[in-house]
């Protein structure tokens, strides 16, 4: 148990579904990330989030919509997902001052049909 | 381009040896290097980090080394047990230029032999 938990764990969705992950920590942290692992590929960022404000967007295509709420929950709402996008999404969050250690959840494997 | 390099897809070592995971960056600006492990089904668990100040960081039977003139960086397990058998990343930050988000290799599958 880190701390960070995710919601589904497991999803299958069709191209034109429209689905949500859902995020929550419980370490007090002030900083949260969306990571996406395919297959064979580092782990890549997709969004980062400090004290709620987004603070980067790596080039992630718009079907995919973060929302941050508050400093302990995140989103990431998804829409007319591609095959290709299917992949473990990974939540991490950590202290922004520290600079140190993200925290991960056990991520929700995505599955697009 | 990956900035952060781990060559190595997998490893193999026997029960009670060393293991030895490599890890190469090419970003000037990381100051901070942490190792993942990372179990089937579940996500990264934080396991060791360094920072640039230092060379070396130990603790318990993990200690990483960090050579920055090679941009290069590994961790040691020593004694190696089948609970280690796990896919480990290395990944890297640059605190000193305020940014703390992390850039990960592609991990090492490690499988420690009975």
């Known amino acids: 148990e880190t701390g960070v938990t995710q919601t589904p764990r497991h999803l299958v969705m069709g191209m034109t579904n429209k689905k949500s992950l859902k995020c929550e920590q419980h370490?007090?942290?002030?900083?949260m990330y969306w990571y996406k692992q395919s297959a064979k590929k580092p782990l890549e960022l997709m969004f980062v989030y400090n004290f709620k404000e987004q603070t980067e967007n790596n080039s992630v295509p718009s079907r995919f919509s973060p929302e941050c709420p508050n400093s302990s929950h995140l989103f990431l709402h998804l829409h007319t997902l591609q095959p290709e996008d299917s992949a473990l999404y990974l939540c991490a969050s950590s202290q922004s001052g520290t600079g140190g250690e993200a925290f991960f959840g056990q991520g929700t494997r995505l599955t697009v049909v | 381009d990956q900035q952060v390099k781990q060559n190595s897809p997998s490893l193999s070592v026997q029960e009670g040896r060393i293991s030895i995971l490599n890890c190469d960056y090419t970003n000037s600006m990381f100051d901070y290097f942490l190792w993942y492990k990372k179990y089937p089904a579940e996500g990264p668990t934080f396991l060791i980090s360094?920072?640039?100040?230092?060379d070396k960081n130990e603790d318990g039977r993990f200690t990483v080394f960090l050579n920055k003139s090679a941009k290069h960086l590994s961790l040691h397990i020593v004694p190696s047990q089948p609970g280690d058998s796990a896919v480990y990343f290395c990944?890297?930050?640059?605190?000193?230029?305020?940014?703390?988000?992390?850039?990960f290799g592609k991990g090492t599958k490690l499988s420690v032999i009975p």
């Open positions: 360094i920072s640039s100040i230092k």
């Open positions: 990944a890297a930050s640059a605190r000193g230029a305020g940014s703390y988000q992390l850039t």
């Open positions: 370490l007090g942290h002030n900083a």
